[in-house]
T-cell receptor
Framework: NAGVTQTPKFRVLKTGQSMTLLCAQDMNHEYMYWYRQDPGMGLRLIHYSVGEGTTAKGEVPDGYNVSRLKKQNFLLGLESAAPSQTSVYFC???????????????FGPGTRLTVL | GENVEQHPSTLSVQEGDSAVIKCTYSDSASNYFPWYKQELGKRPQLIIDIRSNVGEKKDQRIAVTLNKTAKHFSLHITETQPEDSAVYFCAASSGYSTLTFGKGTMLLVSP
């Protein structure tokens, strides 16, 4: 199993350009998440999904959109990139709570995005 | 929403010493507390977690303690080794579906 994969690994954008980051998981996980990681800021949740066709806002959703058309894929879109969106983006997935018990989140390898 | 504070931000120890990282959380309803390790340039990986119905959990050299009354939990690493050098993140479940992470602790273990 590949686990959680992310495409692309690196990307450089100019201010105002758009792009889509793809996350895929082959573990049949119900829940998927997008985080951004900035130096000294930890991991901050952008958006998440609790199932195919559903999305919800996290802590820092502004400037991003997401879609979960298929259970195994979770897309993160930047419509008009800004330098403040320079970051490392991590996707994660989990089974979600089962029987009231929380389950481990598995992370992808990350995408390093630079916006000039 | 949930707020997680993590201390210290950096920690340097000698090989063989113990290391302790502490976190506090704000939401008394939080019930799941994982710890993730992130090596340089790699993805975060779960190393241990604890649920609110227990006060301590051990896994070889790693242990986590939870004090629900004080709303804090700690990671203890004994007999540290150079390969323990990494950034460690604590987190708390801020809702049924999501985690709130602390800002991380960079642990450096010197030979």
């Amino acid at each position: 199993n590949a686990g959680v994969t992310q495409t692309p690994k690196f990307r450089v954008l100019k201010t105002g350009q758009s792009m889509t980051l793809l996350c895929a998981q082959d573990m049949n996980h119900e829940y998927m998440y997008w985080y951004r990681q900035d130096p000294g800021m930890g991991l901050r949740l952008i958006h998440y999904s609790v199932g195919e066709g559903t999305t919800a806002k996290g802590e820092v959703p502004d400037g991003y959109n997401v879609s979960r058309l298929k259970k195994q894929n979770f897309l993160l879109g930047l419509e008009s990139a800004a330098p403040s969106q320079t970051s490392v983006y991590f996707c994660a997935s989990s089974y979600g709570p089962t029987s009231g018990d929380y389950n481990e989140q598995f992370f992808g390898p990350g995408t390093r995005l630079t916006v000039l | 929403g949930e707020n997680v504070e993590q201390h210290p931000s950096t920690l340097s120890v000698q090989e063989g010493d113990s290391a302790v990282i502490k976190c506090t959380y704000s939401d008394s309803a939080s019930n799941y507390f994982p710890w993730y390790k992130q090596e340089l340039g790699k993805r975060p990986q779960l190393i241990i977690d604890i649920r609110s119905n227990v006060g301590e959990k051990k896994d070889q050299r790693i242990a986590v303690t939870l004090n629900k009354t004080a709303k804090h939990f700690s990671l203890h690493i004994t007999e540290t080794q150079p390969e323990d050098s990494a950034v460690y993140f604590c987190a708390a479940s801020s809702g049924y579906s999501t985690l709130t992470f602390g800002k991380g602790t960079m642990l450096l273990v010197s030979p």
